[in-house]
């Protein structure tokens, strides 16, 4: 009974804007540069433009206002917003995982082997597990110099972390030499 579905989205991109303005007197930012108005003839002044007063700066004093048309604003932001976001993904280094036991047969393991090379040849970083079953738990000592040996194949790569147990697994992180 306590759902509410006629909530309104919550609003990223918000500047108060004409009558939502709270101040006595604004900054008034326009094409002839810039000037200190009450907010009632400040308004009007856009108005007679058919155009936005658009608070800019709230803490400034006083608070900076801009003559502008308000979606094109809006618009603007989120644009900027977006190219911020896709310069900020083109940063992260992803890690990727690759899983295999330790009784796989040898064209298995080099397909692995190539993709893994792939990744590092992307600047991703490569966690390599090796997921140990029944009997197989007994072999941990073995598995730590036989993933070393898989890891050392590869070409122009260092361990992130070194070869360790947990539990059930044998983990490594490897990543592209620099």
């Known amino acids: 009974m306590g759902r509410h579905f006629n909530k309104q989205p919550r609003q990223e991109f918000f500047a108060p804007k004409n009558d939502r303005i709270r101040a006595k007197e604004v900054r008034v930012v326009h094409d002839?540069?810039?000037?200190?108005?009450p907010?009632?003839?400040?308004?009007?002044?856009?108005?007679s433009q058919e155009l936005d007063l658009v608070?800019?700066?709230p803490k400034a004093n006083p608070p900076v206002c801009k003559i502008m048309e308000y979606g094109k604003y809006i618009y603007q932001l989120k644009q900027q917003k977006k190219?911020?976001?896709?310069?900020?993904?083109?940063?992260i280094v992803e890690t990727k995982e690759i899983q295999f036991k330790p009784q796989i047969g040898i064209g298995?393991?080099?397909v692995k082997r190539k993709k893994m090379q792939e990744i590092i040849d992307d600047g991703d970083k490569v966690k390599v597990v090796m997921k140990l079953r029944?009997?197989?738990?007994?072999?941990?000592?073995?598995?730590v110099p036989k993933i070393k040996e898989f890891c050392d194949i590869l070409q122009g790569v260092?361990?992130?972390?070194?070869?360790?147990?947990?539990g059930n697994k044998v983990i490594a992180v490897i990543k592209k030499n620099t």
Do not use: C, H, W
């Open 134 to 143: 029944g009997r197989e738990m007994g072999m941990k000592s073995q598995l």
């Open 158 to 166: 260092v361990y992130e972390s070194q070869p360790q147990v947990f």
């Open 83 to 91: 190219e911020r976001d896709k310069k900020n993904r083109a940063n």
């Open 39 to 47: 907010l009632q003839q400040a308004l009007t002044m856009a108005r």
């Open 32 to 37: 002839n540069g810039s000037e200190i108005l």
């Open 55 to 57: 608070l800019i700066s």
């Open 108 to 110: 298995d393991l080099n």
